[in-house]
């Protein structure tokens, strides 16, 4: 069983619609969790992080953790088509370096 | 610009041919990583340092190799490449501490023949 879970999709939505990407993980040590965003030919990107349990959000982006589900959550609101790119959802303990990743939800945003 | 970079960005070569893949950083991180990434799979870590001449194992360091000479630059060598090693390749670095933003490479598209 990988640690982080992810379902790969495609996961497919119209412009302005409301997206909601899931992860669950494994590990109940996880501390960090994270999301990143990979346009295609490119390097990951972080987007946001949370740590421990709780939503935090950025502009059109909010990430939820529920730690008592092990449930990583990433909410779009009013997509745009720069939005479609790869998302991995990520985690990691505290005190260490290694993150441990998803495999990837592609979205695609259709105008 | 804070980055890193990667050489070369695409690869072509024959099973058994001794490759390098260069990475370099500018943001005087002290941890860098290799990975993988392949389809269904995701991204896994090949290789990582937390600093010059500290290196050790990811989760599939078998086939490759690296070194930590400068705190700069982190090489990926692959002795004897095999089919199996065909993939997208990054390396990404970061500061050390609480929580600190991986930064990646842009890619290193590698085909084994």
């Known amino acids: 069983q990988k640690e982080v879970e992810q379902d790969p999709g495609p996961l497919s ?33 972080l987007l946001m992080y949370t740590y421990s349990s709780g939503n935090k959000e950025d502009g059109r982006f909010t990430a939820q953790v529920d730690k008592s589900s092990k449930y990583i959550s990433l909410f779009i609101r009013d997509s745009q088509p720069s939005d479609s790119a790869t998302y991995l959802c990520a985690s990691k303990l505290q005190g260490y370096q290694k993150v441990t990743f998803g495999t990837g939800t592609k979205l695609q945003v259709i105008p | 610009e804070a980055q890193v970079t990667q050489n070369p960005r695409y690869l072509i070569t024959v099973t058994g041919k001794k490759l390098t893949v260069t990475c370099s950083q500018n943001m005087n991180h002290e941890y860098m990583s290799w990975y993988r990434q392949d389809p269904g799979l995701g991204l896994r870590q090949i290789y990582y340092s937390m600093n010059v001449e500290v290196t050790d194992k990811g989760d599939v360091p078998e086939g490759y190799k690296v070194s930590r000479k400068e705190k700069r630059n982190f090489p990926l060598i692959l002795e004897s490449p095999s089919p199996n090693q065909t993939s997208l390749y990054f390396c990404a670095s970061k500061g050390q501490g609480a929580f600190h933003e991986q930064f990646f490479g842009p890619g290193t598209r590698l085909t084994v023949l």
């Not at chain 1, 409301?18 to 590990?27: A, E, Q, R």
């Open chain 1, 13 to 45: 939505v119209p412009e302005g619609a409301i997206v909601s990407l899931n992860c669950t993980y494994s590990n109940s040590a996880f501390q960090y969790f994270m999301w990143y965003r990979q346009y295609s030919r490119k390097g990951p990107e």
